[in-house]
Nanobody, 129 residues
């Protein structure tokens, strides 16, 4: 069973960059068919930001396309999210998630949040204007 732990959050000014990491405490990223980054701002629903399949095919929410890059290093059991050109509206708690279901998709728009079996505790990202 996988346990996930995020790190790398912090406070930056608008236009800045951050790199989030998600370590798999137990299990292995290689067993996860799909890994993803979600975020949740106060008063808003949790939303998928980016997903990456075992095949390395990635997908992104429209709001972050061209600014965020998701990657995974299965040898290090780590998932990453490189964030650049950050905006105040990117402020949220960021969570990594994973599922091992082979017949469930891996898409930031189409894969339901309920498909993800494993979640981290979150790391806060705050972007000031």
């Amino acid at each position: 069973q996988e346990q996930l732990a995020e790190s790398g959050g912090g406070s930056v000014q608008s236009g800045g960059s951050l790199r989030l990491s998600c370590g798999v405490v137990s299990g292995a990223t290689g067993s996860a068919n799909c890994m993803a980054w979600f975020r949740q701002a106060p008063g808003k629903e949790r939303e998928a930001v980016a997903t990456i399949h075992l095949s390395r095919i990635a997908s992104y929410a429209d709001s972050v396309k061209g600014r965020f890059t998701i990657s995974r290093d299965d040898a290090k059991n780590t998932l990453y999210l490189e964030m650049s050109s950050l905006k105040p509206e990117d402020t949220a708690m960021y969570y990594c998630a994973a599922h091992t279901l082979p017949f469930v998709g891996c898409n930031a728009v189409l894969t339901p949040t309920t498909a993800y079996q494993y979640w981290g505790q979150g790391t806060q990202v705050t972007v000031s204007s």
